[in-house]
């Protein structure tokens, strides 16, 4: 800049005067307006905003246990910034697949994630990649935490080769690297988890496995089976209810004899948490994961949230709730709001940057969708494939009795 320029760390330019450059995602922009023959930069670096603060959260109820995660917390910005872009593409993502459900792309079940962003943030940043985590049908956001690209998630929901599971599993099977799938059959992959978190302990690596359920699925027996064998055998298993208040279209309370599903492990200890606070799931989780790898055995934890949309797409959802119980709490619990609204008033990021964020993800959102609906679907040819792992090519009936394909593993 030449000698006559002025530098500010400020942004209270004129909007209508004010041109501001594109920045990158966690970067903020500067401004420039003309006067006269001067030139005047105003610009907000990163000394400009809070690097980190305290904030307070919710105290857990306990089951078990002499205490629990702390009330108090730091968040740093830039862990702010990512759980909050997380979260909204989560969000975005699914109402994307509500929309080309709605236009007979996505076929078949699906069950959306919308309302509930805050419990799979929350886990993914209080445990490790290399732990382990399993969930049920309501899948597309852990699958995205574990690691898995929008575009890939979405070509799966269309059933497209470029899809996670190459278009074979849709909604409700998806995959990655140390994360076990959403499972369709109730509950069934409670014992799953409770054998994943088997194999941590039998080879001695210090990992944990968060086996998911909901409250629909909390009383079924192999629930209970898995909690007897993961308490007599010590394993380092988080058992986790994500209560959504609702199992397909009945209450907790018409479902349920007991709704405290944290104390259902009896001899488990266990905690309930604001799953709507991703700073209170974080902390919980965390003080589970300590407490399963401290050789303590497993835990239990009941995070309360709320599902925005019906218990599947073909469930409109309004006709065991009201309307306007889903919008009170969009407006006074949402976990994004709240997350940003924290963000905001502690001066760890403004309102232009946040509208910045939100462009990008709605952008990477289209595209993603673009590719799900363009992307070919899987051959006849690759039916019979990954029937086997690692196993030689044998030759399986196909479409029908009289068409015979050959596997590859």
Known sequence: MGSDSH??????????????????AFHTGAQTVSEGSRVVVSARSFADFTPQASFDIKRCDLHRLDEGPSVQTVL?????????????????????????????????????????????????AGINPMDHVITAYRAHGYTYTRGVPVKEIMAELTGRRGGVAKGKGGSMHMYAKNFYGGNGIVGAQ???????????????KNEVCVTLYGD???????????????????????????????????????????TDYYKRGDYIPGLRVDG????????ATRFAA??????????????????????????PGVSYRTREEIQEVRSKNDPISMLKD?????????????????????????????????DPEPPLED??????????????RGTNPWTKLKSMS
Request: hydrophobic letters at 35%.
């Open 7 to 24: 530098f500010r760390l400020s942004a209270d330019l004129p909007p209508l005067t004010s041109k501001r450059r594109h920045a990158p």
């Open 76 to 124: 740093t910005r830039e862990d702010g910034l990512r759980y909050y872009r997380t979260m909204q593409t989560m969000r975005r993502m699914e109402l994307k697949a509500d929309q080309l459900y709605k236009q007979k792309i996505i076929r078949g079940f699906c069950h959306l994630y919308d309302g509930q962003e805050a419990c799979a943030v929350g886990i993914e």
């Open 190 to 204: 409670v014992p799953l988890g409770a054998g994943v978190a088997l194999a941590c302990q039998y080879q001695g």
């Open 216 to 258: 629909g699925a909390a009383n079924q027996g192999q629930i209970f089976e898995s909690f007897n064998m993961a308490a007599l055998w010590k394993l380092p298993c988080i058992f986790i209810c994500e209560n959504n208040k609702y199992g397909m279209g009945t209450s907790v309370e018409r479902a349920s004899a007991s």
């Open 276 to 283: 709507m606070d991703v700073l209170g799931v974080r902390e």
């Open 290 to 315: 300590d407490f399963c790898r401290s050789g303590k055995g497993p835990i239990l934890m009941e995070l309360q949230t709320y599902r925005y949309h019906g218990h599947s797409m073909s469930d």
């Open 342 to 374: 924290r963000m905001i008033s502690s001066n760890m990021a403004r309102v232009e940057e946040i509208k910045d964020i939100d462009a990008e993800i709605r952008k990477e959102i289209e595209e993603a969708a673009q590719f799900a609906t363009s």
């Open 383 to 396: 039916l019979c494939n990954h029937i086997f792992y690692n196993d030689a090519p044998l030759e399986v």
